[in-house]
């Protein structure tokens, strides 16, 4: 059952819980598993990921085959209906054209004495993106990962997805990968994967960012490898903050709910609504549209655990919640959701309207649903083409600006006490009037 | 004696032995010190921020002299000479104006059926500085750090850094920091001052975003808390690359590889160039100016093990292997600097001509002087405005667009299983169709 709380700081409480539910110290435990996974694999190569494929995934692959095949790709088509193939394809339209724009541009500027100040943008030289396997089939989050990085312009993508039975992948998400024009494809996964993109094996060559969602093994690792390799971020369980009026749809409202709460027993559905006729509606929906869900139990696990409805008194203070919280995903169902816009400060993705479920965004309007979870939000962004991109910053001095800011530059070297700073000044200066006397007595 | 190598391959090695010089293993002794430290401030708050301020820094402090009072603040303009405020303000100006450019804007774009998509940016609500105290007194790590917050618009941003003797800060650091538009200062350092910023004390409140580059112990801190709050990136010792050929001059190319070395022992100090004249040349100055530098044993030190000479055949040659080891600051001393700068991918900011010795942009040119080290360059960047906001993405459908993408939604969460992400959609459409045949009825 969805409970509903009145309290307004009981409500702070459960949300300040419920957002500290990765904080778990078990995941202690699981990070010398991992750093022990990631120096084998970076001190052993291939022999290591063979290893841990093994014992993790249960399949005996040998080198040779860690690799996806051209024939193996072609068959993926094969094997995917006609449908779907024409979703991954829509899907793949709309990302690419809300990637492509505000991209980041290199640019100048000419100041005075002649200085010259710019940011100069390159994408990395390759980039290793992370995709869920085994029984899972997740050929939206292929297309997240892969887009982004081929709109930045990264020459090199190497995939890594776990085998499922039979050492297969999964042929929605080979054809994904295809679609997004990645053909570099390797069956492994969790932190040996991992390893592998950040330290580089016979088989798979090093890269310079990761990205891509994964379990706490795949997180842990990519946190232990940040510094050799940029990442995207450290994805959590996935969540759902709803602010609603009283005109919201219950059964609408109930449905983007439990899409939240069927990904994971960890996954958070929360509704904050100032409508006690709404609140309780909605928990009623939810009850009802969970008697013949497919994933029932799991799925009431996580309504129970982390699912809540708070009734507050205004829409500020839903807002003033929801900010708190820093949700992944918000859904604003309300009469008039733009006038709320000017009071969020903090959220991964922001879905406005009734006919804006959530489902819209995670498949194919086009902005990514890699997203900031667990309060992340108030301070990341959802993954871009930044990920993959980077800058250089130019700065070109004259002699007659130089020497304009000589004794500026002085004054700071010598507060820091750095001599040799001072001295790359005052050299340049004192040769260029040496020069200007030689010059006056030729 | 700075080496100087003609070998391709050898030069290729040093300069990889040279980027992995922060990778040591002693590092990993270090994490369990540090983990230990943040996990205790994290238990007990201002009672172990005092502990390890005496144990570290050796200060006895009171929880009521945490934070610098105003009467500190303002007698530090006494202890301040007259040139050193005018520099830290033309510094304070330029790197404002600097960082004022190209900010990051919201924006949305209105497309069929009345979709909307777009993104909005917001600052962070609160930021945390780390200056590096002690002996040490840097001026302009506080504008490199705390100007960008506040062009970012962050509305709250609170400066760490650790005490000297008789517990005072450094006054060129207050003022710098009051120039900076920032009172909120903690006499605190080292992994205690960031596991306070992270988690919060009763004196110092949490922060969204820590930056600032500090030593070992701070850099580890930094890593162990990322995740709960965002950090700029983990610092490692400074390094410059200075592309040159025959017509560059030897004392600027010496004095500029000196001022690198001048900073630690593990600093590196690279020239790259196309002539031998031009390499004996330098290996002379630089010895020649090492006589009388105030630093001379570190300074010599950094040489002996992170300095190199590697003369190439041509520039493109230079710059790929600048490319490969990816400087935090890239020199280009060439008759023709912006001819070479196509060839170059990975620098942390770029100097060029004869007339831009890196101290320019250490100090006042306004670019950012918190750069990725240590080959990050590959994929980070210089700390900016966007280290301290992030986006939200926008979504809205109309009924309409949610009509035309219903059938590829379905597609894809049957293939990825997951069963309410369909409803979501269903039932709205469904919903849809019962309104319209309601109303041809009525």
Known sequence: MLRIITQQTEAQQELQRISAR???????????????????????GDKALLHYTAEFDGQALTVDRLRVSGAELDAAYQQVSKELLKAIELAAQN???????????????????DVVLGKRYNPVDRAG?????????????VLMNAIPAKVA??????????PGADKNLNPAVLVAAQVAGIEEIYRVGGAQSIAALAYGTDTIAKVDVITGPGNIYVTLA??????????????????????????????????????????????????????????????????????????RTLTEKSIAHYGLIAVVDTLEQAAELSNRFA????????????????RIRHAGAIFLGDSTPEAVGDYLAGPNHTLPTSGAARYASALGVETFMKHSSLIQYSPAAL??????IQALTQAEGLFSHGESVRLRLNDAATDRLRQRDE
């Open 95 to 113: 990302i690419e054209a809300f990637h492509r724009q505000r991209m980041p541009k290199s640019w100048v500027t000419f100041g005075e004495d």
């Open 403 to 408: 020497g304009k800011v000589g004794n500026a």
């Open 153 to 162: 312009g990264v020459p090199q993508i190497a995939m890594v997805t776990p």
């Open 222 to 295: 990519k946190k232990l490898v940040y510094g050799t390799v940029g990442i995207d971020s450290l994805a959590g369980p996935s969540e759902v903050l709803i602010i609603a009026d009283r005109n919201a749809n219950p059964q609408h409202v109930a449905v983007d709910l439990l899409a939240q709460a069927e990904h994971d027993p960890m996954a958070a559905a929360i509704l904050i609504t100032t409508d006690m006729g709404l609140a309780t509606a909605v928990q009623a929906a939810v009850e009802q549209q969970l008697v013949n869900h497919p994933r």
């Open 327 to 342: 949700p992944e995903h918000l859904e604003i169902k309300t009469d008039d959701p733009w006038a709320l816009i000017d």
């Open 22 to 44: 990765t904080h778990d110290d078990a995941i202690v435990h699981k990070e010398a598993t991992v750093n022990e996974i990631v120096q084998t694999v970076r001190r052993q």
């Open 129 to 141: 993106i992370y995709v869920p396997g085994g029984r899972a089939c997740y050929p939206s989050t």
